[in-house]
T-cell receptor
């Protein structure tokens, strides 16, 4: 597609439930990023992929968060045993190699109840 | 570590007023600088960028100049429109050891333009 696509757009999860968020980057973009945006804040870095390799996961807040990009294209962010503090918008972005600018999807708003 | 500080909002202006949103940064390396905009109900969009000192980024009437000596990248527009109402994020990226260029964002400034 022409842009970064994320699904679902909205997700309501009961506390303790596992969730999976999908990102489909711009075709040909080797770099893929996940960010977490709390209400009223700027996005914060979670993890980075170059093709299928996860080169940096320093921003993942706990071992309940897991991301993968097995074929170097679509990526999935999984959150196990969701907690209320996981409620946020999860943004995916992609870029061409080491190009400085990144293109963002519309995000998935996760609400944990 | 890297950080971005931008002025708190909301900023409320009348149509055709002059806009300045201040942004300063600290970075461990030589950063590229960005302004992203988030219109209501939409995702983050790149507004403009500058990759080296004294570069001026511009788009849609908005401008920002990379000032290394003051570590600033203030956003300006000479005459705002109602359609400019949005949240504006200043951000930087530095090429890290792993080759990643993750963005570090400020907390955002909400701009409200009244007719």
């Amino acid at each position: 597609g022409a842009g970064v696509s994320q699904s679902p757009r909205y997700k309501v999860a009961k506390r303790g439930q596992d969730v999976a968020l999908r990102c489909d980057p711009i075709s040909g973009h080797v770099s893929l990023f996940w960010y977490q945006q709390a209400l009223g804040q700027g996005p914060e870095f979670l993890t980075y992929f170059q093709n299928e390799a996860q080169l940096d996961k320093s921003g993942l807040p706990s071992d309940r968060f897991f991301a993968e990009r097995p074929e170097g294209s679509v990526s999935t962010l999984k959150i196990q045993r969701t907690q209320q503090e996981d409620s946020a918008v999860y943004l995916c972005a992609s870029s061409l190699g080491q190009a400085p600018e990144a293109f963002f999807g519309q995000g998935t708003r996760l609400t944990v109840v | 570590g890297d950080s971005v500080t931008q002025m708190e909002g909301p900023v409320t202006l009348s149509e055709e007023a002059f806009l300045t949103i201040n942004c300063t940064y600290t970075a461990t390396g030589y950063p590229s600088l960005f302004w992203y905009v988030q219109y209501p109900g939409e995702g983050l969009q790149l507004l403009l960028k500058a990759t080296k000192a004294d570069d001026k980024g511009s788009n849609k009437g908005f401008e920002a100049t990379y000032r290394k000596e003051t570590t600033s990248f203030h956003l300006e527009k000479g005459s705002v429109q109602v359609s400019d109402s949005a949240v504006y994020f200043c951000a930087l990226s530095v090429l890290g050891d792993t080759g990643r260029r993750a963005l570090t964002f400020g907390s955002g400034t909400r701009l409200q333009v009244q007719p």
